[in-house]
């Protein structure tokens, strides 16, 4: 029933900006604790930020913490991730996920995207 798709990656130079978005073609968008995370070839999934369900609290890594802003239009059934200052190693597949209990932790989440690719040049 939850289905999550990403847009808005793409080519963007060092120092670059670029928003991200991630829609629910469900109806239950508004319930969920929402999150971001990030992979790159021969790499971990790794977790990058995430909102609780009315956008009151949200949560960063260290590594992206000051440049990137995690945000949620329920309405819209939309999540956003605005990356600023970007940095080759921001270079991944981003993606967007529903669900967690535990934030941080990937298998917690129960929904996935396909993910949307950012690449960063310097």
């Known amino acids: 029933q939850v289905q999550l798709v990403e847009s808005g990656g793409g080519l963007v130079q060092a120092g670059g900006s670029l928003r991200l978005s991630c829609v629910d073609s469900?109806?239950?968008?508004?319930?969920?604790?929402m999150g971001w995370f990030r992979q790159a070839p021969g790499k971990e999934r790794e977790f990058v930020s995430a909102?609780?369900?009315?956008?009151?609290?949200?949560f960063y890594s260290d590594s992206v913490k000051g440049r990137f802003t995690i945000s949620r239009d329920n309405a819209k059934n939309t999540l956003y991730l605005q990356l600023n200052s970007l940095e080759p190693e921001d270079t991944a597949v981003y993606f967007c996920?529903?669900?967690?209990?535990?934030?941080?932790?990937?298998?917690?989440?129960?929904?996935w995207g396909q993910g949307t690719q950012v690449t960063v040049s310097s």
């Open positions: 996920a529903a669900g967690a209990q535990s934030v941080y932790e990937r298998s917690t989440y129960k929904y």
């Open positions: 469900g109806n239950t968008f508004s319930r969920y604790t």
């Open positions: 909102i609780n369900w009315n956008g009151h609290i949200t």
